[in-house]
C-alpha cells in the first residue's frame, strides 16, 4: 500500500446497485477523520455489465482496496488476481485489498456479522436458519458453521443455489446442513435458536418488502437477525421484537465488516463506537420510525 501524501488521498470505495442509500460512505469517511487519515471512500453505483471497467478503474487509479456488494459479490471473482483463504471457501468476495499489486479478495461479511451475533448469543450448538444463498448467506453460514453451530438450514428461494450451499457446509464444515424452499410462508423449525435474513429484501428503498416467512413460527427468545443496515428497523426486526425474540439490526454487521476492511486497506484499527454513532446519526435525521 503506498502511503497517501497531503495532496494524493488513499482511495477506497464501494462498488454496487443500488448504491444510493447506501450509507457506508458517511461511516468510513468518519473512521478515517477520527484516524487522522488522508483518506477517501467513494461510494459507486456499478452495474453488472460495467463492474469489468469498475475494477480495472480501481486498479488503474492505485486504489488501496474498495467492497462489493450486491449483486457483485460473486462476479468479482474473475476480475481479481486471487482469494484469501475465507473468501475462497465462501466463494464470495466484498472486500478486495491490493497488495503488492495484485487484488486479493477478502470476505469480512461473516466475520462482521459474527462479532454482531455474539453481543446477544453463542452460536455453538445452536439450530439456525439461514434465508439466502448469495453472496452475504454463504458468508455467515460458513462462519457460522465454522463458529460451532450444530445446524444450519439454508432457505432459499431458488433450491438448487440452497441445496449447493448446504452441501458446502456438509463437506467442509462439522455442521450438519439442510436446504428449503421458502413459498408462500416457510414455518421456523421447532428448537431454532437463531434466523438470519441474508437476503436484500427489506432494503432501502423497499422498507415495507417482508420475508416470505410464518411469523407465527417465531418463538419468544430466538435470535432475528437482519444484515439490512438501512433502515435497521425492517419488517422483520419489528415482528421479532413483536413476538418476544432478541433482535439483532444489520449496523452491527455493518460497522465490524467495515472496521476489518479499513485495517485491511490502511494498517489501522478504526473506532467501532465513532462508526456506529454516525449511522445512528443518519438513522434517526432520515426520520426512521420507532
Not at 464470495?92 to 462482521?112: K, M, S
Not at 452441501?167 to 414455518?187: D, H, I, P, Q, V
Not at 419489528?238 to 467495515?258: E, F, K, S, W, Y
Request: proline share 4%; aromatic share 4%; hydrophobic share 45%.
Amino acid at each position: 500500500m503506498s502511503e497517501p501524501s497531503r495532496f494524493l488521498s488513499l482511495l477506497t470505495g464501494s462498488f454496487s446497485t443500488p448504491a444510493g442509500e447506501n450509507p457506508t460512505v458517511a461511516m468510513v469517511e468518519a473512521a478515517y477523520r477520527e484516524l487522522g487519515l488522508n483518506a477517501r471512500y467513494i461510494n459507486c453505483d456499478v452495474s453488472p455489465c460495467a463492474l469489468v471497467d469498475a475494477v480495472r478503474g480501481a486498479r488503474a487509479m492505485g486504489w488501496a482496496g474498495f467492497n462489493c456488494s450486491l449483486p457483485h459479490k460473486v462476479a468479482v471473482i474473475e476480475y481479481l488476481d486471487g482469494l484469501a483463504e475465507s473468501a475462497a471457501l465462501i466463494g464470495a468476495v466484498n472486500c478486495v485489498v491490493l497488495r503488492e499489486g495484485r487484488l486479493i479478495g477478502e470476505n469480512t461479511d461473516g466475520q462482521g456479522f459474527m462479532a454482531s451475533l455474539r453481543s446477544v448469543a453463542d452460536p455453538s450448538g445452536q439450530q439456525v436458519v439461514v434465508f439466502g444463498a448469495g453472496g452475504a448467506a454463504r458468508a455467515i453460514a460458513v462462519e457460522l458453521a465454522l463458529a460451532g453451530a450444530a445446524q444450519v438450514t439454508i432457505v432459499n428461494r431458488d433450491r438448487a443455489r440452497a441445496v449447493e450451499l448446504a452441501a458446502l457446509l456438509n463437506e467442509r464444515t462439522s455442521a450438519r446442513a439442510a436446504a428449503a424452499t421458502w413459498g408462500t410462508g416457510y414455518r421456523v423449525p421447532e428448537g431454532t435458536g437463531i434466523i438470519v435474513n441474508a437476503t436484500s429484501i427489506g432494503l432501502s428503498p423497499d422498507v415495507h418488502a417482508r420475508l416470505a416467512l410464518n411469523v407465527d413460527s417465531l418463538q419468544a427468545g430466538m435470535v432475528v437477525a437482519d444484515v439490512i443496515p438501512n433502515p435497521p428497523r425492517t419488517e422483520l426486526i419489528r415482528d421479532a421484537v413483536t413476538r418476544g425474540c432478541t433482535p439483532l439490526d444489520g449496523i452491527g454487521m455493518l460497522v465490524n465488516q467495515a472496521v476489518i476492511g479499513i485495517e485491511h486497506w490502511t494498517g489501522r484499527k478504526a473506532n467501532a463506537s465513532v462508526m456506529r454513532a454516525v449511522l445512528e446519526e443518519l438513522m434517526d435525521k432520515a426520520g426512521e420510525p420507532n
